[in-house]
């Protein structure tokens, strides 16, 4: 049966978010959906080099701890779960709901939306592709990886299969949101007004706490209360495409207008042709308006017929990173880190493609041009971090700026400590696009 309303609520906006706020979505936020937004670019690019490395990993590595913290309260209050969580492997996070659901004795049915792999297409394909950010070609890049950004489509057959938990791979972010709204509403996938309207609305949710205040906060300007408890948000949204964006009461941060604005610009380079697999949305004619405490209702946007290409992420091998970072603290604690620098350089820096100096706590984010400009006194600052940086084409080429700086201890200047090595395979992120019609989204569903 159609719906007037349904509830969808953020429970995380990356990998590495909070587990606390789902959990009180999903217990007093009274939703009718939960998601979680977990994937970025290099995010599914590693997830592949993991799944290579052992064919049953590949989906997001805090899978399992919040699946086995959500799913009691998911079954108890009838929330359907859609996340991204699936990563370069969703049947395989599939089967591990599908196991922690039967240790929880938990009755639910689980879909895997697959399909936005392109890797092994492309490698096939006698096209040309060409790199957008760059105009090279694709096959001057060691690839890893090649997701395609898919749409609604697949989510949409796994619920209209009436599965509960709906893990997908490279989906894009606001086709997380606007499944469910074309589900409950019985949008028309060509009605790109609504579509575009309901793509505002998954864009301003997809971030989670970004909406509440989080990365919005900054003390003296815009200070946010309550960041340690800081709320995940929800929107109540109409059959007609508006909705009020809000969060759980009692929880910490702050639903605004500013907040709203500044995540509803948040990775638009163009207002009137926001891209995304199911329209190309127009955000100009968004309006926003502050009803309540902590409560925006969000009306207008509109949209145009869908893109014949899909983007996708290809992730490769760009290089490796030799790290090394020492500190150097009391009297003339510049100077030395300074002197030290001078000894890594006349050492490191011819081997090295890219090698750079930093030295944290003065000029490593506004390098020397700011310092020189706000007359920072080097004299005066108590303590700096020396790093040291360089590209290598090998892990053992890298290894040596490390093992440099170890060797300052004993080598000099006087009183350098807490030596820190790394070495990193760097994997880069560039785009192609692909005919849309060569990939087909894929759904496997699974019963405990």
């Given at each position: 049966m159609k719906k007037d309303k349904i509830r969808i609520g953020c429970g995380a906006g990356f990998s590495?978010?909070?587990?606390?706020?789902?959990?009180?979505?999903?217990?007093?936020?009274?939703?009718?959906?939960?998601?979680?937004?977990?994937?970025?670019?290099?995010?599914?690019?590693?997830?592949?080099?993991?799944?290579?490395?052992?064919?049953?990993?590949?989906?997001?590595?805090?899978?399992?701890?919040?699946?086995?913290?959500?799913?009691?309260?998911?079954?108890?209050?009838?929330?359907?779960?859609?996340?991204?969580m699936g990563a370069a492997n969703p049947l395989a996070a599939a089967h591990k709901v599908i196991e922690i659901a039967k240790e929880l004795n938990l009755p639910i049915k689980v879909a895997a939306v697959t399909?936005?792999?392109?890797?092994?297409?492309?490698?096939?394909?006698?096209?040309?592709?060409?790199?957008l950010e760059n105009g090279q070609a694709l096959n001057d890049y060691e690839v890893i990886s090649i997701n395609a950004y898919m749409g609604v489509e697949g989510i949409l057959e796994a619920l209209t299969a009436d599965a509960q938990v709906i893990i997908t791979g490279r989906v894009s972010d606001p086709s997380l949101f606007l499944a469910p709204m074309i589900h409950e509403f019985d949008w028309q996938m060509d009605d790109y007004d609504l579509l575009g309207k309901g793509t505002v609305i998954g864009h301003l949710l997809e971030c989670a706490g970004h909406i509440t205040g989080g990365y919005f906060a900054e003390p003296i300007m815009k200070p946010i209360e309550g960041l340690a408890t800081l709320g995940h948000p929800f929107a109540d949204i109409y059959a007609?495409?508006?909705?009020?964006?809000?969060?759980?009461?009692?929880?910490?941060?702050?639903?605004?207008?500013?907040?709203?604005?500044?995540?509803?610009?948040?990775?638009?380079?163009?207002?009137?042709?926001?891209y995304t697999p199911d329209?190309?949305?127009?955000?100009?004619?968004?309006?926003?308006?502050?009803?309540?405490?902590?409560?925006?209702?969000?009306?207008?946007?509109?949209?145009?017929?869908?893109?014949?290409?899909?983007k996708a992420?290809?992730?490769?091998?760009?290089?490796?990173?030799?790290?090394?970072?020492?500190?150097?603290?009391?009297?003339?604690?510049?100077?030395?880190?300074?002197?030290?620098?001078?000894?890594?350089?006349?050492?490191?820096?011819?081997?090295?493609?890219?090698?750079?100096?930093?030295?944290?706590g003065l000029n490593a984010i506004f390098r020397e041009e700011f310092s020189a400009k706000m007359k920072v006194e080097e004299s005066y600052l108590p303590e700096v971090r020396l790093r040291v940086s360089g590209k290598a084409s090998t892990a053992e080429e890298a290894l040596l700026i490390g093992e440099e700086v170890e060797a300052l201890y004993t080598n000099g200047p006087a009183a350098g400590g807490g030596v820190r090595k790394n070495v990193n395979e760097v994997i880069g992120i560039v785009s192609i696009l692909i005919d849309r019609n060569v990939l087909k989204a894929n759904v496997d569903t699974l019963s405990a």
């Open positions: 590495g978010d909070r587990i606390e706020p789902a959990l009180v979505l999903a217990e007093q936020g009274e939703l009718d959906y939960l998601v979680l937004e977990c994937l970025a670019e290099r995010t599914i690019a590693l997830a592949q080099k993991r799944k290579l490395q052992d064919a049953s990993k590949g989906y997001d590595p805090h899978l399992e701890k919040r699946i086995k913290s959500l799913l009691p309260l998911l079954v108890k209050n009838q929330i359907k779960l859609i996340t991204n399909g936005d792999d392109a890797t092994q297409w492309v490698r096939n394909s006698s096209t040309h592709f060409t790199i007609d495409g508006s909705a009020i964006i809000s969060k759980v009461k009692g929880t910490g941060g702050k639903i605004t207008l500013q907040t709203t604005k500044e995540q509803l610009l948040y990775e638009v380079i163009n207002p009137h042709e926001y329209v190309i949305a127009d955000f100009t004619t968004v309006k926003l308006e502050e009803i309540g405490e902590n409560q925006v209702w969000v009306t207008g946007g509109t949209g145009k017929t869908k893109p014949s290409t899909y992420s290809v992730g490769y091998k760009a290089f490796y990173l030799g790290e090394g970072e020492i500190s150097y603290a009391g009297f003339n604690a510049v100077g030395r880190a300074k002197l030290a620098g001078e000894v890594l350089s006349q050492r490191l820096k011819p081997q090295f493609e890219a090698f750079r100096i930093d030295y944290i």
